[in-house]
T-cell receptor
Framework: AQKVTQAQTEISVVEKEDVTLDCVYE???????LFWYKQPPSGELVFLIR??????QNEISGRYSWNFQKSTSSFNFTITASQVVDSAVYFC????????????FGGGTRLMVKP | DTGVSQDPRHKITKRGQNVTFRCDPI?????LYWYRQTLGQGPEFLTY????????KSRLLSDRFSAERPKGSFSTLEIQRTEQGDSAMYLC????????????FGNGTRLTVT
């Protein structure tokens, strides 16, 4: 069985603040993939990043960065200098290698960035 | 690449009626998925196809739900004898077969059962 937990249901920040979204996962598999998706008010789920279980190198892409810690089963996502357009629900998701590409999603974190 | 397309965007139906949704995946993707999302929750897996074969079904998919992908291209999801608890956003996604490929989602069909 696999599970994804996003303990923060809602976060509110003021524009230009940095914000980190937490994700903790459970899986028995040694090979798996982790994803972050963004769901803006329009409703479409937008793919942001994928990490495989063998790649613990953290990444920075513009204002986004990701911190994958296999030892603590965490895959956190940070937005630097947040903007109002970052307001959305963010989902962390897990797929193990034997699950036919099926994604297990966390409950999501609603991020509100106020001007 | 026109993205994943779903039709209709919204559907309002009375309890007991049947409804059918359509999904057109990204053309070169051979995997197609259906998910359901209720308000304030993450998407929940319903079923997936590889080409025309339905390879996995969630226990969430009761016998009132049926999905098809007859020619390995578009897919339909039918709900028979709808119940108020079926009200949700139904999301379709597609992906290539390569391991770890991200799923690309459509805009969803919002179903309201009155």
């Amino acid at each position: 069985a696999q599970k994804v937990t996003q303990a923060q249901t809602e976060i509110s920040v003021v524009e230009k603040e940095d914000v980190t979204l937490d994700c903790v996962y459970e899986t028995r598999d040694t090979t798996y993939y982790l994803f972050w998706y963004k769901q803006p008010p329009s409703g479409e789920l937008v793919f942001l990043i994928r990490r495989n279980s063998f790649d613990e190198q953290n990444e920075i892409s513009g204002r986004y960065s990701w911190n994958f810690q296999k030892s603590t089963s965490s895959f956190n996502f940070t937005i630097t200098a947040s903007q109002v357009v970052d307001s959305a629900v963010y989902f962390c998701a897990l797929r193990n290698n034997n699950a036919g590409n099926m994604l297990t999603f966390g409950g999501g974190t609603r991020l509100m960035v106020k001007p | 690449d026109t993205g994943v397309s779903q039709d209709p965007r919204h559907k309002i139906t009375k309890r007991g009626q049947n409804v059918t949704f359509r999904c057109d995946p990204i053309s070169e993707h051979n995997r197609l998925y259906w998910y359901r999302q209720t308000l304030g929750q993450g998407p929940e897996f319903l079923t997936y196809f590889q080409n025309e074969a339905q390879l996995e079904k969630s226990r969430l998919l009761s016998d009132r739900f049926s999905a098809e992908r007859p020619k390995g291209s578009f897919s339909t999801l039918e709900i028979q004898r709808t119940e108020q608890g079926d009200s949700a956003m139904y999301l379709c996604a597609s992906s290539p077969q390569a391991p770890g490929s991200p799923l690309h989602f459509g805009n969803g069909t919002r179903l309201t059962v009155t």
